[in-house]
């Protein structure tokens, strides 16, 4: 373990973010595989339906429970990133780990549909535990001057993970039978690289500050914040200390109480996570590759998915870049113009092409209406109610 880290600097929190920054990164390799167990799945349908002992997936209900038990999972996952609360973010963090680096595994080593079902669940649970705890863990090391920044670390390493399953696909996909088997499996390289990576993913000061351990949270913050004088981490330890105070009486009121007390904040959080999951863009992310089969592209349709997707990951870069100067609210109305906009696309192209026009210019429409809805997204509904529902809640 070594010795106990103590603040050796004279400067603020923000003078110098580097280990901070390692901090989040090693953190947010979890959001990776989360980008990266739901990407691959649309890539490695197309082997499966050519395996003779998968041939059940020649159909599309097949096809729908694939993709539906990890959603499922996803939904118990995100219920049980409640615990993170009893054993801490970091024990938590580490636990969802271990959880993508079997689950591939057991995906990868399937000797029938339910088990490759059963294998996909459980790695939906920790899809769905990965993306409350993520964004729950940069919040509570980041200093409020650069949280929206950090903030979208992890949908940036999301996305690259998302990019990087399509770029596996393209790659494994003239392989037999799609090299599907290795396209699953391989996920499990960077859960091995978080628990590899572990010493750098301190407990976060605000978690032990609300178990009443402050001594550790001084020494978290201490390694955090290498430089920051001793007097800027008391001034944090006591800024959270009272952020605690007053979510301790936000807790104890009900949640139907919290439309009462705090109406507009709740309704906001509510309805923009909502929104996120109800927008469609899990129908681009699974199902992008046959959309685009359909629309005109072919073979070439998983090629276009990564580059729809490259795009999308720099449209996540800009906001990285501009969520502290421009502000959320301009980003999200921005953002949900744009997906409406590149929805439309979509329609029109689907109605000109059902109606015979020319199949060359209703492809290019479907292209770009994706291209526009999914670059949309990861400026506003993608990254956004992580960041801005933490901030409405203390």
Known sequence: EGETPVASGSGTLESDLRQLQR???????????????TGIVAGAQAGLQQDPAFGVLNTSLADGELVSCALLGAAVGAVCGQFANLV?????????????????????LSPDFVSLLAARTMSGMSIGVSSV??????TEVSPAACRGRLGG???FIGTTGILVSYVVSSLLGPLTYGAWRWQFGLASVPALCILILQGSI????????SQSRRGEAKESMARLFPKASEESLEAELQRIEAELSHSMQ???VSTIGLFKTHRMPTFIGMSINILQQVSGINVFIYFAPEILAEAGFGNKSMVMTTLISLLQLTATAVLIRYIDKVGRRPLALGGLLGMLAGLAFLVVADLLRGSGANRSLTAVGSLLGMLIFRASFSLSLGPL??????????
Not at 133 to 138: D, G, T
Request: net charge positive; charged share 10%; aromatic share 14%.
């Open 23 to 37: 901090t989040v990164a090693a953190a947010s390799l979890s959001t990776f595989c989360l980008g990266y167990n």
């Open 88 to 108: 801490g973010r970091r024990r938590m963090l580490l636990a969802v780990a271990v959880v993508f680096l079997i689950s591939p595994i057991a995906m990868a």
């Open 133 to 138: 705890l993520v964004n729950l863990y940069i």
């Open 153 to 155: 670390w992890a949908p």
């Open 202 to 209: 301190p407990e976060t000061p605000r978690w032990l500050l």
């Open 385 to 394: 109610p992580y960041i801005m529902t933490s901030e409405f809640f203390p």
């Open 250 to 252: 936000l807790n104890s």
